[in-house]
């Protein structure tokens, strides 16, 4: 069993900063990818970026966000810079492990104009 736990999520004006992580454990052997996607109300769940033997991002938040990993903490963070009304949805954590793929609860972001 793998769990999943999200936090940083939360109300920003626009222009400004969040940091999300997402912290994996469980019976983990491997981790293969660590990423985020984001889920707006009304659209499809879409990737932001993600992190495995290469980095691919969306290219609506190139310059702007920036995924890092703890590999010894099982925990993967985004740094959400210049934030934009546009960025506001659910953002959600995948883990894929060997034991398969996981996804985070979901945490909410809001960014006011």
């Known amino acids: 069993q793998v769990h999943l736990v999200e936090s940083g999520g939360g109300l920003v004006q626009s222009g400004g900063s969040l940091r999300l992580s997402c912290a994996a454990s469980g019976s983990i052997f491997r981790i293969y990818v660590m990423g985020w996607y984001r889920q707006a109300p009304g659209k499809q769940r879409e990737l932001v970026e993600i992190?495995?033997?290469?980095?691919d991002y969306a290219d609506s938040v190139k310059g702007r966000f920036t995924i890092s990993r703890d590999d010894a903490k099982n925990t993967v963070y985004l740094q959400m810079d210049s934030l934009k009304p546009e960025d506001t949805a659910v953002y959600y954590c995948l883990v894929a492990t060997d034991r398969g793929n996981y996804w985070g609860q979901g945490t909410q972001v809001t960014v006011s104009s």
């Open positions: 992190s495995g033997g290469s980095t």
